[in-house]
C-alpha cells in the first residue's frame, strides 16, 4: 500500500520549551483523564497552587514547568550538601531536569530515596573511576551516518532526539544526551538516517531511540514513522522510552490513536522502581496495550536503588500487572561517575536466581552486559547445567535440587 507522507515543518523551539503548543485553551481542550495520585495532588496543591488539573495533567506544561535549578530544586527538596555541590559544581555533561509529575515521587527528606538517587546528582558523578569511559559501548564507532548506529546484522538504532523530559544520572548516553538547546536542523539528520536506511536492504528493524522519541510532538513522530513505513523492507519499528514513567500524560489518546496506525509497533518502556509504577503509569501503559503495542520493559540494575530481590520482583510483577513484559535487566553500563551506581556481576545473577522460578516467568527478564567495547549484549545466566551422567545431562533447578534430563547424543 503506498504511504502519503505529510510534510514536516520544524518547530521553532525544542518540544520542553513548547512555546508553540503551551496555552492554557490547549490545556483546557485535553480530556482530563489521569487519576491524580494523592501524593502528586497534595505536591501540587502545595507547590503549584495555581496550577489546575487540566495544566498539571498536560504533558507540555509539565515540560514547560521542569526543575532545572538548584534554586527550583530547593523549593521542593531539602538537599544535601553533597548534591548542592554537585548542582552547582556541575561541569558533568549530563544535564539535570526532572518534571513536576516526576518530582511529586521524590522524597523531600531522604536523599537515599530510589526515585530521588536516579535523578538528583551527587558529587560521585564527577569522580572517573577505572574502566569508565564516555562512549563505554562504542556505539560512536559503529555511527555510519550522524544519529544512527548500526551493530547488528539487521536492526539500526536510530537517535531521533537527544532532548529527554528528565535525565537518569546513569544514562548510557550521558555524553550526547540534552545537548541540544533548539531542535533546528534535526530534519537533515533524520534524511541521512532514512537514506541509509533505504539503501540497506538487509535493516528490517528500527529502534528509535534517544533521548526520548516520545517527547517529540506528535506530527514530528508520524512523519518519522511515515518515512519508516514507506521502506519495504523495514518490517519492525520499535521505540525506546521513559516517558510513561516520568511523564505519564504523554500518553494521550491522540498520540496512541496516531502510533496505532504504524503497526507493527513494539515500544520498550525504562523502569528503574517500582516507586514508578503510579495509578498514572498504569493509565499510561493501557493506553499503549490498547493500541495494540506489544511492551516490554527495560531495567538497569542499580546499587542502593533496586538491586535486591524484593524491590526487583516488585517492579517485575508490577510491570506484567500493566501488560508490560520485562525485557531486559542490564549490568549498569560503565560511564564517566557512574562507579556509585555499579554493583557486582554476583549481586546480579543472585537477583536473577531470586525471580527465575520464583515467580511468574513472564515476569524475568533476560539479564545482560552490553559489552564495552561494542560487543553487543551478552546474557548472563547462574549455571543450571551441571555434567553429564552418560546420556544424561544434569540439570540445577530453581530450588538447588539436581534432575536427569535423557539427552538425544
Ligand atoms: S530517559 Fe533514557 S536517554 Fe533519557 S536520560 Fe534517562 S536513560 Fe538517558
Known amino acids: 500500500m503506498a504511504v502519503k507522507i ?17 496555552s492554557s485553551s490547549f490545556a483546557s481542550a485535553l480530556p482530563v483523564r489521569f487519576p491524580a495520585i494523592s501524593r502528586a495532588k497534595a505536591f501540587r496543591n502545595r ?16 515540560l514547560k514547568n521542569r526543575i532545572t535549578t538548584v534554586a527550583q530544586l530547593e523549593r521542593f527538596v531539602m538537599l544535601t550538601d553533597n548534591e548542592r555541590q554537585a548542582l552547582q559544581r556541575h561541569s558533568s555533561t549530563l544535564p539535570f531536569a526532572i518534571t513536576p509529575y516526576y518530582a511529586s515521587l521524590i522524597s523531600p527528606v531522604n536523599p537515599k530515596d530510589p526515585v530521588r538517587r536516579a535523578v538528583v ?58 545537548k541540544s538547546k533548539r531542535s533546528k536542523g534535526f530534519k537533515e539528520r533524520w534524511e541521512k538516517a532514512l537514506g541509509y536506511i533505504e539503501k540497506h536492504t538487509e535493516i528490517r528493524d528500527v529502534l528509535l531511540s534517544g533521548g526520548d522519541p516520545l517527547t517529540l510532538p506528535d506530527e514530528s513522530l508520524e512523519w518519522l514513522l511515515q518515512r519508516l513505513r514507506a521502506i519495504k523492507h523495514v518490517e ?14 504523554r500518553i494521550t489518546t491522540q498520540l496512541t490513536k496516531m502510533l496505532r496506525r504504524y503497526h507493527p509497533l513494539w515500544i520498550s518502556i525504562h523502569c528503574m522502581h517500582p516507586a514508578e509504577q503510579t495509578r498514572e503509569m498504569k493509565r499510561a501503559c493501557e493506553r499503549l496495550a490498547d493500541a495494540g503495542i506489544p511492551l516490554g520493559s527495560q531495567t538497569v540494575l542499580l546499587a542502593g536503588i533496586n538491586d535486591d530481590v524484593t ?4 517492579m517485575m510483577q508490577g510491570l506484567v500487572r500493566m501488560r508490560v513484559k520485562p525485557y531486559y535487566l542490564y549490568q549498569c553500563d560503565p560511564i564517566i561517575g557512574s562507579a556509585h551506581f555499579r554493583t557486582s556481576v554476583a549481586k ?18 533476560t539479564y545482560v552486559i ?38 538425544t547424543l
Request: charged letters at 20%.
Open 236 to 249: 519492525l519499528i520499535r521505540i525506546g522510552t521513559k516517558t510513561p514513567a516520568v511523564l505519564p500524560q
Open 6 to 22: 505529510i510534510p514536516l515543518e520544524e518547530p521553532e523551539e525544542p518540544p520542553g520549551s513548547c512555546a508553540h503548543t503551551c
Open 47 to 62: 507547590n503549584f497552587p495555581n496550577t489546575s488539573i487540566a495544566e498539571w495533567n498536560d504533558w507540555h506544561w509539565q
Open 311 to 314: 524491590t526487583m520482583k516488585k
Open 348 to 365: 546480579g545473577l543472585e537477583i536473577y536466581q531470586g525471580l527465575r522460578g520464583h515467580t511468574t516467568g513472564y515476569a524475568v527478564p
Open 121 to 178: 546528582p551527587v558529587v560521585n558523578e564527577l569522580i572517573v573511576s577505572s574502566g569508565e569511559a564516555h562512549d563505554p559501548l562504542g556505539e560512536d564507532s559503529h555511527t555510519p551516518v550522524p544519529g544512527l548506529v548500526h551493530r547488528y546484522p539487521d536492526r539500526v538504532l536510530f537517535l531521533v532526539t537527544d532532548y529527554c523530559s528528565n535525565y537518569c544520572r546513569y544514562c548510557t548516553r550521558s555524553r550526547m544526551v540534552g
Open 370 to 407: 552490553d559489552a564495552p567495547g561494542g560487543g553487543g549484549k551478552i546474557p548472563l545466566l547462574p549455571d543450571t547445567v551441571i555434567g553429564r551422567e552418560g546420556n544424561d545431562i544434569l540439570l540445577k533447578n530453581y530450588e538447588g535440587n539436581v534432575y536427569r534430563y535423557p539427552d
